[in-house]
């Protein structure tokens, strides 16, 4: 019976970890550049000099194991343009842990450093853009966190 006991958890976590060994390697992704006001409307960043693009963190995430390092570039688009700019967005770098269970994956990020941000004053308003909680779901197209396709990708060179 003590067998049983000790067996059952090192299958459990012999499973949990061979399930995110499956998610191991590179994705890319679009995260819009947006935030949510008190009032809950949506309010997206705009370059004033060029108010058609739309503003996205092109967001790499590379996963092994159960570690995540997460690297965001901002870049605009307009129609068939990509701008990619060094002082709209910032580049925003993470670290963090995944857990898989399913099809469904928790990701927690703590921010390691950045480039080219506005650092506030305010530790609240600090806490929500240092710390990043993630929820996806693995699909056929890779994976599905907050609304957000990334593909599987064989570029590194931002991680």
């Avoid at 499956?22 to 819009?32: P, R, T």
């Avoid at 570690?67 to 963090?96: E, L």
């Avoid at 530790?123 to 907050?146: F, L, P, Y």
Wanted: with cysteine; charged share 25%; proline share 3%.
């Amino acid at each position: 019976m003590k067998k049983i006991f000790l067996i059952l958890p090192a299958f459990l976590l012999l499973k949990a970890v061979g399930s995110q060994g499956k998610l191991a390697g590179c994705y890319v992704g679009l995260e819009e550049m947006c935030f949510i006001k008190d009032g809950g409307k949506k309010e997206c960043y705009i370059d004033p000099a060029k108010p058609r693009e739309r503003w996205y963190h092109l967001t790499y995430i590379k996963i092994i194991g159960d570690s995540v390092v997460v690297a965001q570039d901002p870049i605009g688009i307009y129609k068939k343009d990509t701008v990619y700019s060094a002082s709209d967005g910032a580049f925003y770098y993470y670290k963090g842990k995944i857990k898989s269970h399913g099809k469904f994956v928790a990701i927690d990020l703590v921010m390691t450093h950045c480039d080219y941000c506005g650092i506030s004053t305010d530790s609240t308003e600090r806490e929500k853009w240092s710390h990043k909680a993630w929820v996806g779901q693995i699909c056929d197209q890779g994976i599905m966190i907050n609304g957000y396709l990334f593909k599987p990708t064989t570029d590194t060179i931002h991680l």
